[in-house]
């Protein structure tokens, strides 16, 4: 079975720390992303990479970054984390042409809350 | 651009009666569909998809879905739910040829006992 696990199911942090949220898959898949969900608006793509050290945002990439140095790991950071980025997040991966048929696989999901 | 619409984002339903969560979808060009399933504190489990090929596709739980491309639709049903449905449900839309997944807002399935 594809597994994809997230370094913390519950987080909470300050105004201004830095966050690092960390997520790895096992099935050597090519794409990674990271979402962030809030009750009425879905998941929001917050950025996606393709493949080691390639990055893309999505739709709101701003006071987020990510770091991808290994296939199986995607990071995401949070420079200065604020009160409006409590939400949930998170992380999946997906094969691209592979038999697993393009679906996208998920983490649990880490909670955040910045007070 | 792809985008997707999920029609109700509440729907109640008593226990062995039917249900229907709309999804349709927006696309010019050959997509695939996909709905997912969550449960509280948990990350998005697949029901089931389509790529291609028959328009009725089953999935787990007893979940079906129809593809419907005249009217770009790609409604969930389940002829009998159970209060163990109770839970999130996502329709996702994603191009054949490319990496990103769009999401509807969600639709949050009550079954009443």
């Known amino acids: 079975d594809v597994k994809v696990t997230q370094s913390s199911r519950y987080l909470v942090k300050r105004t201004g720390e830095k966050v690092f949220l960390e997520c790895v898959q096992d099935m050597d898949h090519e794409n990674m992303f990271w979402y962030r969900q809030d009750p009425g608006l879905g998941l929001r793509l917050i950025y996606f990479?393709?493949?080691?050290?390639?990055?893309e945002k999505g739709d709101i990439p701003e006071g987020y970054s990510v770091s991808r140095e290994k296939k199986e790991r995607f990071s995401l950071i949070l420079e200065s984390a604020s009160t409006n980025q409590t939400s949930m997040y998170l992380c999946?991966?997906?094969?691209?042409?592979?038999?697993?048929?393009?679906?996208?696989?998920f983490g649990p999901g880490t909670r955040l809350t910045v007070l | 651009a792809q985008s997707v619409t999920q029609l109700d984002s509440q729907v109640p339903v008593f226990e062995e009666a039917p249900v229907e969560l709309r999804c349709n979808y927006s696309?010019?060009?050959?997509?695939?569909l996909f709905w997912y399933v969550q449960y509280p504190n948990q990350g998005l489990q697949l029901l089931l998809k389509y790529l291609s090929g028959s328009t009725l596709v089953k999935g787990i739980n007893g979940f079906e879905a129809e593809f419907n491309k005249s009217q770009t639709s790609f409604h969930l049903r389940k002829p009998s739910v159970h209060t163990s449905d109770t839970s999130e449900y996502f329709c996702a839309v994603s191009s054949n040829t490319g990496n990103q997944f769009y999401f509807g807002t969600g639709t949050s399935l009550t079954v009443i006992p």
């Open positions: 990479s393709y493949d080691v050290k390639m990055k």
């Open positions: 999946a991966s997906r094969g691209w042409g592979t038999r697993l048929d393009n679906e996208q696989f």
């Open positions: 696309s010019s060009v050959s997509v695939y």
